[in-house]
């Protein structure tokens, strides 16, 4: 499988760069109590903070916000998923433990401040591509709705669109019954290409020892 990122995004995001995992044999259940003792720690720890900061002191935030924007996506109306989270700690509408991939997702995505999707490997059809979204593409999200991607980052592949750094599809969601899995980290387009793929690295160990299995991963971007 091939990651390829579309040269118009180079273009008006410079920088741009995607991690990308690939699972195999891995087994995913109930998080383990060290996993969900932390997760809940750190949205405290988040909603602490938040109490004597904006959400856009944080500067992934910050970043992905005007990330969005240069692509044409309406900030206000669609945030980027660590946003989301963001604000829904800043509720205290904590996060309840799902299961043992979605969480640790979770709990990176919060840690690095950025969009992280992971997508069941054997429902993709061929290569992946990253773009911005054209009038018309859309898929069923795991939110529950029709989701357009017009002026949105997302990736595709042969089959269409399934994932973006605002929501993920359903015909891609991950669940306990799968063994193999692509995970795409959208790292802020300021980070230097060694602590991007230092992060990625981290985030693959630490899911390969919750899960077991093997993985391989690449960081892909205007500077690898």
Partial sequence: MEINIHSGIFAIIPGFKIGAIVYRGIEIGESPQMLKGRFQLFQESIYFDLLDKDLYDFEGLKEWRAIFKAAGTDAARYRPSAEALFRRIKKQNYLSPIHSAIDLNNFFSLQYEVPIGIYDLDALKG?????????????????????????????????????SPFVDSKRTMVNETVHNALQLV??????????????TKSLMDMFLQIHGGEGEYCVVGSDS
Avoid: L
């Fill in 186 to 199: 959208y790292h802020r387009p300021s980070t230097e290409i060694a602590n991007a793929e230092k992060m």
């Fill in 127 to 163: 290569n992946v591509d990253i773009k911005i979204g054209e009038n018309g593409e859309e898929y069923e999200g795991i939110n529950g709705r029709i989701n357009s991607m017009h002026h949105m980052i997302h990736s595709a592949d042969k089959a269409g669109p399934f994932g």
